[in-house]
């Protein structure tokens, strides 16, 4: 895909040398969130779907301070 390939293409030159993809979606919503000791993620058909499972995974880590960094949905893909 060609979002894959330019994520990897651009954490290579930035001079990183272990990228690595952790995440891609299309058709539906991905959700970000950091905490001080890392970061959760998933994706799913809705944005808040794709928040509130973040956070849930994010507290069943052991998580404190979970905060939403990122939210994004790709655009729809029409299925004939």
């Given at each position: 895909r060609a979002a894959d390939r330019a994520a990897m293409d651009d954490c290579k030159a930035r001079g990183n040398t272990s990228c690595v993809l952790k995440n891609?979606?299309?058709?539906?919503?991905?959700?970000?969130?950091?905490?001080?000791?890392?970061?959760?993620?998933?994706?799913?058909?809705?944005?808040?779907?794709?928040?509130d499972d973040a956070l849930q995974m994010c507290a069943e880590a052991k998580g404190t301070?979970?905060?939403?960094?990122?939210?994004?949905?790709?655009?729809?893909?029409?299925?004939?």
């Open positions: 891609s979606y299309s058709n539906g919503c991905t959700a970000l969130v950091t905490h001080p000791a890392g970061y959760s993620f998933t994706s799913k058909a809705t944005p808040q779907e794709s928040i301070n979970c905060r939403v960094y990122y939210q994004g949905c790709s655009l729809p893909v029409r299925v004939r």
